[in-house]
């Protein structure tokens, strides 16, 4: 009786879910239009429909979201939902080079997808570094029932905020001049695509008593933001979609590509309006400049209070309840408990920047910096048969490491740079195992407990390191690389070709996505090159790092 009664509770429960799902479908123009976002500096960048920036998006656990992306750029573009774990639509993943061609200009492709995950995730360009130009936007994923109450919820999108495209920076970054390369820049502070003086644009207003639910997502193509209230307390309930217990903190920061959710209780009077900071720490690479860029906007509980905020005296502060203390996430503990993985495969990667023989500096794992192939690998995985188990038919420079289907994976990241990099993986989380420094003091060393916190975005800090594990069930093409995007673009990312056998047999490849690539003069078919099989005799090996440097 018990039983049938229990599967009888299923299957109304399942009714419920398939008739509460529905369709998502929005019809998007990608395409070029000005904003001033600091209330001073305009420049051209990329919305949707002519707007910018792109509206924010919300979907159920059970819809389907459909994206028709239309592209008007001059240039190629993609969209890649950050945090999706894309199973069974691996070509919807858009990672340029891995997963599609890209979308030639005047040309169009369909995004469509399962919403099975809830919670913070963000849809961005995977095309260089396009998206610094302004196409991204917050994704929330909403449960069927919440795991907290609260009473009401903001989504703040933080980023660190530059008025230069994407090209010019990058064509700085990899110059072969030191004097252009080290040239300083810094950037600005926008807070849901809004900054500058004028405090009014990024006003948050409180009713005394309620509680928040504030989303914050880190957009940026680099810097690390801290983000915290004055005299209120952060309780994080959530990182990068998975949701945790409880941790209360004075603030948090936020690596390029990650997430979290606080619950913010408001004071119980409008006696104070109080500060929030959205501060930047600029970490890019080695000799370009690094600096604390505070950031203050207001917490208003009535127009006319004072405000209470931080004294600044030179470059410190005082009287702040914020804090720089590093947010250690390895000691969250999630809601969903699951046991780690095993170690089946055992990934050492070294994480270095170097001049390099070309006389540009670039960010590698283990000395191998990547480059894109001119076939995407989940092309090559398709079309090359058992050849496709081979790292070597997917190009050197795209790293490709091979996994087998439902192997357990520890990927062990030795951070030897002096500046931090968060590392994304796609289709997967990480299980968080191990964090400890370099040199190896026990004392730094920290282990998980019970069940490890999971994220898709982790923070190796300098000299330092990080063990984390997940399994190899999800067949497809992922790649893992430093979310600091113009390190991507320096080379600082890898290739998992996961299942390639599973690929073959269970991927129908979009006939979309193949026009796209004839459009682009791509070969739809081989190697990375787009010939047959092994034959990879004109595959550049290099560069390599240069001694001393």
Request: hydrophobic share 35%.
């Amino acid at each position: 009786m018990l039983l049938r009664l229990a599967c009888y509770c299923y299957v109304v429960l399942s009714a419920i879910l398939l008739a509460a799902a529905k369709p998502v479908v929005l019809d998007w123009d990608l395409m070029y239009t000005s904003a001033k976002p600091d209330g001073k500096n305009e420049r051209r960048v990329i919305g949707v429909n002519g707007q910018w920036p792109p509206p924010v998006i919300y979907v159920d656990v059970g819809d389907t979201l459909t994206i028709n992306a239309n592209n008007k750029l001059d240039e190629p573009t993609s969209l890649h939902t950050h945090g999706f774990f894309q199973n069974g639509t691996n070509y919807y993943d858009g990672a340029v080079g891995a997963t599609e061609c890209g979308i030639p200009p005047n040309g169009s492709y369909t995004y469509r997808m399962n919403v099975t995950q809830s919670g913070t995730y963000w849809i961005h360009s995977h095309y260089q570094a396009q998206y610094v130009d302004g196409l991204r936007t917050p994704l929330i994923s909403r449960p069927a029932a919440e795991h907290y109450k609260y009473d009401e919820e903001v989504v703040l999108m933080l980023e660190a905020w530059y008025n230069r495209n994407s090209h010019d920076i990058n064509d700085q970054l990899l110059s072969t001049s030191e004097a252009i390369r080290l040239k300083s820049f810094l950037p600005t502070t926008l807070v849901n695509s809004r900054g500058g003086s004028n405090v009014n644009v990024t006003k948050l207003s409180f009713t005394p008593g309620k509680k928040y639910r504030l989303r914050l997502l880190n957009v940026s193509g680099t810097g690390m933001i801290r983000f915290g209230i004055e005299n209120h307390m952060l309780d994080v309930i959530e990182l990068d979609g998975v949701d945790s217990e409880i941790k209360t903190v004075p603030s948090i920061q936020l690596s390029a590509g990650q997430r979290a959710s606080v619950l913010v209780t408001a004071k119980d009077n409008v006696d104070y309006n109080y500060a929030y900071h959205a501060d930047i720490y600029t970490d890019m690479q080695a000799g370009v400049e690094r600096a604390e860029l505070p950031y203050t906007g207001v917490v208003e509980y009535a127009p006319n209070a004072p405000l209470i905020a931080p004294t600044v005296v030179g470059h410190n502060k005082i009287n702040t309840t914020m804090t720089w203390d590093f947010f250690d996430d390895i000691d969250m503990v999630p809601i969903d408990k699951r046991p780690s993985p095993g170690v089946n495969k055992w990934l050492p990667l070294e994480v270095r920047t170097a001049i390099y023989d070309d006389r540009k500096e670039h960010m590698a794992f283990n000395n191998r910096t990547y480059s894109p192939p001119l076939v995407p690998s989940l092309i090559t995985a398709h079309t090359t048969g058992y050849q496709g188990w081979f790292p070597d038919v997917y190009g050197y420079k795209t790293y490709p490491v091979i996994l087998d289907h439902l192997e357990d994976v520890e990927v062990a990241i030795f951070n030897m740079d002096t500046n931090s990099h968060p590392f994304h993986i796609h289709g997967h989380n990480f299980f968080i195992i191990v964090r400890g420094t370099v040199d190896k003091n026990p004392k730094n060393r920290k282990e998980a407990v019970g069940f490890p916190m999971r994220r898709d975005t982790i923070t190796v800090p300098p000299l330092s390191y990080a063990l984390v594990r997940f399994k190899a069930d999800n067949p497809g093409i992922w790649m893992m690389h430093c979310h600091m995007q113009f390190h991507n673009e320096q080379g600082l990312a890898l290739t998992f070709i996961e299942a390639p056998f599973q690929i073959i047999n269970d991927t129908k490849l979009p006939d979309q996505m193949l026009k796209n690539c004839q459009a682009l003069g791509i070969p739809t078919s081989g190697n990375s090159m787009g010939l047959k099989g092994l034959d990879l005799a004109n595959d550049a090996r290099g560069p390599y790092p240069l001694a001393g440097f």
